[in-house]
């Protein structure tokens, strides 16, 4: 059964950073578009970041507006992972955020939760002012 698994969640002080890392169970997944997602509570899940399989082991990222300049999404090819570094955090990115993934997806659909096949189960951040 595929699985994605989240960690690096936690409680940080605002301006400081965070690494969240997800695993993927297959192999297949380095092929696969990937992407990050938020829900604060009481909040519609929400886009962060996603990465797209651009042929020869390349990716391209996509950024939400509101955390572009501050967290950076990439790939380990080799680690079946992806990771998402966040730097300068606010209060407001405080949410469990989760990982997903989907095996193809066209640019306008990368945004869209619904869009992604798989999912994991989820980490915590939680930001301090």
């Known amino acids: 059964q595929v699985q994605l698994v989240e960690s690096g969640g936690g409680l940080v002080q605002a301006g400081g950073s965070l690494r969240l890392s997800c695993a993927a169970s297959?192999?297949?997944?380095?092929?696969?578009?990937m992407g990050w997602f938020r829900q604060a509570p009481g909040k519609l899940c929400q886009f962060v970041a996603a990465?797209?399989?651009?042929?020869?082991?390349?990716?391209?990222?996509y950024y939400a507006d509101s955390v572009k300049g501050r967290f950076t999404v990439s790939r380990d090819i080799a680690k079946n992972a992806m990771y998402l570094q966040m730097n300068s955090l606010k209060p407001e990115d405080t949410a469990v955020y989760y990982c997903a993934a989907a095996p193809s997806l066209q640019p306008t659909q990368r945004t869209v939760p619904t869009n992604y096949n798989y999912w994991g189960q989820g980490t915590q951040v939680t930001v301090s002012s």
């Open positions: 297959e192999r297949t997944f380095s092929s696969y578009a």
């Open positions: 990465t797209t399989w651009s042929g020869s082991n390349t990716y391209i990222a």
